[in-house]
């Protein structure tokens, strides 16, 4: 039994030390772009540097983003963290003609009647923002630190279903890159699988 | 079927922000029918206990799909929920080989159109009251083309229950069963390889050469995120896949996923390999970094230590104990000398198999570790060198080094000690080889995917582990004096050890007989008969004190003794006895292992586990009586429904060598459950305990299907 029990000690040993040297992702710096938003003012990401920037990727008649904007979660989120000071981006790249695609007046109308409260909805029809970043869903969720690298890429929560019930069970990866980022602590889930539908490119 | 509920998907904005979908049998868009769900069963009437299929069927609008088990950049998997009486079993969703589509952006997506059938074996309990059963599911799915739109249907059929049934529709089902992938061939072989950019995998088949299109179809665990995978070299038969990994998922060495080959790209008549199940773990970059490269020397040195403790060389710990108390009355550089020269037999033992399993590997083999003992004739060998030690210690006859090995010595008179404490060295080594110590075999594993240079550094690292001890004692021989003085007492010891050896040897004879059978066995112990007479004319006549002629005469019998023994009793009898088969007998549960047996369980959802064990390995042995055939453990595989699959090595076959190999393993013992359908497989430390298995079994209830 003592030999047993010894062995068993080595090999946990040996198992933890494997695990303590995977280490977490090292964030590469966020490609800059310039994008008009709805109201036909530029933004770009290198005026934000020293901010928390997210990016959101946007498609109004995805059943995904309709999840997180009829149940008022992304609202929330939204308003939560722009009053924390973080530069909140929405990005819409549906090309014309494509599911998606807003004019600036459609899309003023959108960011009324949802009260949406990011700090600004880009129309990139081009798709050039969104294939700067490989963006690939609606939503597809991007967040840059202060040094302006990437520190979170992925899906919003962890439930990836069109179902907003699931929104109170799921964690949000988004909010948990944040907090954990603004308290100085690492990223702990730095990547996931983004959900929801493809972006509706040219 | 029931009646079409409607619904309407209406997309308008922001009218349709709130609405919700309704239950629905046919999904509508737009006035269109976009999907229509229903359920069907390859049997008319359900028996009591015999499983059959069932198969949810999802018709699509032309133009849009629904997503495969992992549906790409964008869209979610179908997914089915039974609801079945208690005592059902629902088995895992059988997924046909996916079309792979690419949308404006360079968005990849795996996903059907048209048609598609998701096959799920049901197991109804051998006991059924009532005259029928109600099998409902509900189905969730995300269908798109050029936007999405979720769906969800509950469908359902009712069966009678009957004592006989027939078939029913045979051809849907034959249609969509030549789509599911299936195993490997035989000559497939697959590795993957990590470096910076993420995941290389490298596969070969001779079936693949007439493939003009040839693809990897990732399937990974939900919430990680790959890349395109694309296809990198291709070289006749052999092909190079590269994955793109993030940085923050260094973690994964390898991705369950299919291997799809066809004459074009999503060609209806192509096929596909599911190399889920059996899983690739992952050959290390060759590249391998230093940091790594210590780690795994430091894995190599503890492993090399713990050898000393396992059992197959406690029997030699004694012996070597028993040397220390011997020198603990000579002087100490004298001491300090023997412990150098056991260490040097130790290390030229290891260094040795390291050469030899590199020429091995250059030429092409399998290696594996402790293969040695799957060869009957080292069994052989080796029972013979135990006898003849064990005999030694009986004092039948002293080991008398030749005159002319002692005289190139150093000239001291403790050459003599010396070359007797290498060969023990040698020995303690030779017997530790089929017990793979705890992450020795991790160590091991990461080796024989590197190259010569690194085998040598392994094994050096193994080596010193294992001398480690021994060094440190012979260099502190104050510790040695708490030993106690040579007296009597020593032969009695020395004979008591002997007793050990012979021990040893019925061990070593019981792998044989289970390699062989009974009359090989016989004609083996009649061969190590021979050997002993041989022995005691050694130590009765081949004495300095006899006369040259006498000596002449006792060497030249003893020679004949043992060639001709070797010659008749091995050669002609012990060689013509053919193998025996399935030499661990099966029992308690336990079903023989094959590589297509658990491709097929595998693919029913079966939760199965696998015990990789050997006659000859006493670790392995160990883990069944105090573990594995417990009531408790038992009682928890049978409870869950578990299959449990026993791969004996003890003859070395091949395909287990193989399976070896897949997990990264030189040798057995190996442990492996698979948690049911697409989960990927547990790997068990080569030491069980109760609650080891217990805890992980725990977590099987969960996975298996959806059950009410």
New interface residues.
């Given amino acids: 039994m003592k030999i047993r029990s010894i062995a068993f000690v080595f090999f946990s040993l040996a198992a933890a030390a494997l695990y303590a040297a995977e280490s977490p992702a090292v964030g590469s710096a966020a490609p800059d772009f310039s994008v008009p938003d709805v109201n036909g003012e530029t933004h770009s990401l290198s005026q934000y540097k020293g901010k928390y920037v997210v990016l959101e990727w946007f498609n109004p008649e995805c059943p995904f983003v309709k999840k997180h904007y009829g149940s008022g979660n992304m609202q929330k989120l939204q308003g939560e963290y722009t009053g924390k000071g973080v530069v909140w981006l929405t990005v819409d790249s549906s090309a014309p003609g494509a599911e998606g695609n807003l004019s600036p007046e459609q899309a003023q109308k959108v960011m009324k009647d949802w009260k949406t409260k990011q700090t600004a909805l880009l129309l990139d029809p081009d798709g050039k923002a969104g294939r700067t970043y490989n963006a690939r869903n609606t939503p597809h969720m991007f967040v840059i630190n202060p040094e302006g690298k990437v520190i979170y890429e992925g899906a919003i929560d962890s439930k990836a279903t069109p179902n907003p019930n699931d929104i109170s069970s799921s964690t949000n990866y988004v909010k948990v890159a944040l907090d954990e980022s603004m308290s100085g602590k690492p990223v702990s889930n730095a990547n996931t699988r983004p959900y929801g539908c493809s972006i509706k490119y040219k | 079927m029931g009646a079409i509920k409607r619904l309407v998907g209406v997309?308008a904005?922001?009218a349709?922000?709130?609405c919700t979908a309704n239950v629905a049998l046919a999904q509508l868009y737009q006035g269109a029918q976009l999907v229509q769900a229903d359920t069907i069963a390859n049997v008319n009437a359900v028996v009591p206990g015999e499983p059959f299929l069932v198969g949810v069927r999802l018709k699509m609008a032309p133009g849009w799909h629904t997503y495969w088990r992992y549906p790409g950049?964008?869209?979610?998997p179908t997914e089915i929920k039974w609801q079945l009486p208690p005592g059902w079993h629902a088995g895992e969703i059988q997924w046909p080989i996916p079309l792979k589509l690419t949308?404006?952006?360079d968005?990849q997506?795996y996903g059907y159109q048209n048609e598609g059938l998701l096959i799920q074996q049901i197991t109804p309990p051998k006991n059924i009251g009532g005259s029928t059963a109600t099998l409902s599911a509900k189905v969730?799915w995300?269908v798109?083309e050029?936007?999405?739109?979720?769906g969800e249907a509950t469908v359902g059929l009712t069966l009678p229950i009957v004592s006989t049934n027939t078939a029913a529709n045979a051809d849907l089902f034959a249609r969509f069963q030549k789509r599911l992938p299936r195993s490997p061939g035989a000559n497939f072989s697959a590795s993957w390889k990590k470096d910076a950019n993420g995941l290389l995998l490298t596969i070969s088949s001779p079936e693949l050469s007439k493939s003009s299109s040839v693809e990897f179809f990732p399937s990974?665990k939900?919430?990680?995120?790959v890349g395109h995978p694309r296809l990198e070299t291709r070289n006749s038969d052999q092909f190079a896949f590269r994955v793109p990994l993030?940085?923050?998922?260094?973690?994964i060495d390898s991705l369950p996923g299919l291997i799809v080959f066809g004459n074009s790209p999503n060609d209806p008549d192509g096929s596909a390999w599911d190399i889920s199940a059996g899983p690739q773990i992952a050959a290390n970059d060759n590249h391998s970094s230093l940091?790594e490269l210590v780690?795994f020397l430091v894995?190599g040195f503890?492993g090399g230590f713990?050898l000393n403790?396992?059992?197959c060389v406690l029997p030699v710990i004694s012996l070597k104990i028993f040397g220390f108390v011997q020198q603990a009355g000579q002087s100490r550089t004298r001491i300090f000398r023997s412990g150098l020269a056991f260490v040097a037999g130790i290390f030229i033992w290891f260094i040795g198999l390291a050469l030899v399993l590199v020429a091995l590997k250059s030429a092409g083999r399998e290696i594996t570790w402790a293969f040695q003992f799957t060869n009957a004739y080292f069994v052989l060998v080796m029972s013979a060198v135990v006898l003849i030690f064990a005999l030694n210690l009986f004092g039948v006859f002293e080991i008398s080094v030749p005159q002319w090995l002692s005289r190139g010595a150093i000239a001291s008179g403790s050459a003599h000690g010396d070359i007797g404490s290498f060969f023990q060295g040698v020995f303690a080594t030779i017997l530790a080889t089929p017990c793979t110590?705890?992450?020795l075999g991790?160590a091991l594993g990461f080796a024989f995917t590197q190259s010569a240079t690194i085998i040598l550094l392994m094994f050096a690292a193994i080596a010193a582990g294992m001398s480690a001890p021994y060094l440190l004692l012979t260099a502190q021989p104050a510790w040695l004096k708490f030993l106690p003085k040579p007296g009597m007492w020593m032969e009695r010891v020395k004979q008591l050890m002997g007793f050990l050896l012979i021990a040893t040897l019925l061990f070593l004879l019981s792998v044989l007989g289970a390699q062989r059978g009974v009359s090989a066995l016989i004609w083996a112990s009649a061969f190590l008969l021979v050997v002993s007479i041989a022995c005691w004319i050694k130590g009765a006549f081949l004495v300095p004190s006899a006369t040259f002629r006498a000596r002449v005469i006792a060497f030249v019998v003893m020679v004949a003794l043992v060639l001709g023994g070797a010659a008749y009793f091995i050669g002609e009898k012990f060689q013509s006895v053919s193998m025996v088969a399935a030499a661990n007998a099966l029992g308690n549960g336990w079903e023989k292992f094959t590589p297509d047996r658990l491709a097929s369980e595998i693919q029913q959802g079966h939760p199965v586990f696998i015990d990789f064990t050997a006659e000859w390995c006493i670790t392995c042995k160990f883990n069944e009586s105090t573990v594995l055939e417990t009531d408790t453990v038992r009682g928890a595989f049978s409870e869950r429904q578990i299959v449990k699959l026993k791969a004996d090595w003890t003859n070395g076959d091949p395909t287990i060598t193989k399976m070896l190999k897949q997990f990264g393993r030189p040798g057995v013992p190996l442990y492996v459950l698979y948690p049911g359908g697409s989960a990927q497989p547990y790997v068990f430390?080569?030491?069980l305990?109760k609650n080891i298995i217990l805890e992980k079994l725990e977590t099987i209830n969960h996975t298996i299907a959806y059950q009410p």
């Fill in positions: 997309i904005l922001p349709a922000l709130l950049d964008a869209g979610i949308e404006p952006g968005i997506i969730n995300l798109c050029k936007i999405c739109i979720p990974p939900e919430s990680l995120a993030d940085a923050s998922n260094r973690s940091r780690r894995f503890i713990i403790l396992m059992p110590a705890p992450f991790t430390p080569e030491l305990t």
